[in-house]
């Protein structure tokens, strides 16, 4: 009789301690308030194409007020289809470039190693992962500030620069090369993420 109190005991236990830390854990999705927005430049201008359209999850370890004090993982995929300008040449062209036939889309996974800070109302977040464009994987460190928004929501915005040809992408050239587009762009990002 004893010993089977005792595993009934021991089994409640692990079974709230179990719900314990999968309570303290907390996923959250973008709202359809989220935009990612790539600028670039060229011989003759300035371009930039913008999706508003993201998949993405992160998982923040949280604390016992219910705010987020670990970044735990984050994931995000981007179809290269939702990127648009306002010139559709420009965005044949983007496609083309990014071999969004056979590649359609562009994906980060963290690592599981990274930084994060609380710095008043806001949190730095310092996320290292793997970076996939047109098929090519490269390590990068993302970084990301990200403030309380209402309705528990969190607001994480942030840029990066890259270039082209580290994902094996030629740069687009057009008008028989009288408009050859820059090989760095910027990737800025501001992500609401909802409960």
Aim: hydrophobic share 30%.
């Amino acid at each position: 009789m004893r010993n089977t109190t005792f595993k009934i005991i021991l089994v409640a236990c692990i079974v709230l301690l179990t719900h314990g830390l999968q309570a303290r854990t907390q996923i959250y999705k973008p709202t359809s308030d989220s935009y990612i927005m790539v600028k670039g430049s060229s011989t003759i201008h300035d371009w930039e194409m913008i999706s508003e359209t993201i998949n993405s999850e992160a998982r923040f370890k949280m604390n016992d007020d219910g705010q987020p004090e670990q970044l735990e993982s984050v994931s995000f995929s981007l179809k290269k289809r939702t990127l648009q300008s306002d010139k559709s040449g420009l965005d044949r062209r983007a496609y083309d470039a990014l071999n969004a036939g056979r590649y359609p889309e562009i994906t980060f996974r963290t690592n599981g190693t990274g930084r994060f800070e609380k710095n008043g109302d806001n949190y730095q977040i310092i996320s290292n992962g793997e970076l996939t464009i047109a098929g090519n994987t490269r390590q990068i460190n993302v970084r990301a500030t990200c403030v309380n928004g209402d309705d528990k929501k969190l607001i994480c915005s942030g840029s990066q620069k890259l270039k082209m040809t580290d994902y094996n992408i030629d740069p687009p050239v057009m008008m028989l090369g009288a408009l050859r587009t820059g090989d760095e762009v910027t990737i800025s990002y501001n992500i609401v993420y909802a409960r």
